[in-house]
């Protein structure tokens, strides 16, 4: 039990660590496959988070975010 738990969070680190890493692969592999829709569809998914992933985060002057614009 000790050594699968210990293999798994490894795994996990490992994973969000090269997060981005990984999704361009798999992206690079959908485009040699083929069916063209499935790679589009991983780009949309892909370029989608990256673009909305900072616009969720307000900002006027110095202050960011909801509570400093408040206490501005």
Known sequence: MYRTRAT???AL???QRHKEQV???ACA???FDADPRKFWQNVTKTAS???TRFANRPKIGD???EKDMCCM
């Open 63 to 65: 202050s960011i975010g």
């Open 13 to 15: 680190r490992y994973c």
């Open 49 to 51: 988070v990256k673009a």
């Open 29 to 31: 592999r959908s485009y």
């Open 8 to 10: 798994f969070k490894l």
């Open 23 to 25: 999704q361009a692969d």
